[in-house]
Nanobody, 115 residues
Framework: QVQLVESGGGLVQPGGSLRLSCAVS????????MGWYRQAPGKSRELVAT???????TYTDSVKDRFTISRDNAKNTVYLQMNSLKPEDTAAYYC?????????WGQGTQVTVSS
């Protein structure tokens, strides 16, 4: 059973930075597709960033040039570096692993951007 555990959320002022981590139990396969999603209160969950086999990354427009997704297969961990945070980035952030067509989710970590 694959388990994902997110960490690194918290309260940060506008313009600040946070790095989220997603630790995966067992081994991350090179074919795994990893993604970060977020869900703000009253809104649907949205895809923030994805990292594919080979390291190709994609981002939703609102976070381009501010967020960076990366993966360290040796540490079985995926990261989301978030810079220049804005109040509208406030949400619960979730990590997802897609393996052989099956999705696995973490429990989420809260990010609050406020002065």
């Amino acid at each position: 059973q694959v388990q994902l555990v997110e960490s690194g959320g918290g309260l940060v002022q506008p313009g600040g930075s946070l790095r989220l981590s997603c630790a995966v139990s067992g081994t991350i396969f090179s074919s795994d597709i990893m993604g970060w999603y977020r869900q703000a209160p009253g809104k649907s969950r949205e895809l923030v960033a994805t990292i594919f086999t080979g390291g190709t990354t994609t981002y939703t427009d609102s976070v381009k040039d501010r967020f960076t997704i990366s993966r360290d297969n040796a540490k079985n961990t995926v990261y989301l570096q978030m810079n220049s945070l804005k109040p509208e980035d406030t949400a619960a952030y979730y990590c997802k692993l897609r393996r052989y067509g099956r999705d696995y989710w973490g429990q989420g970590t809260q990010v609050t951007v406020s002065s």
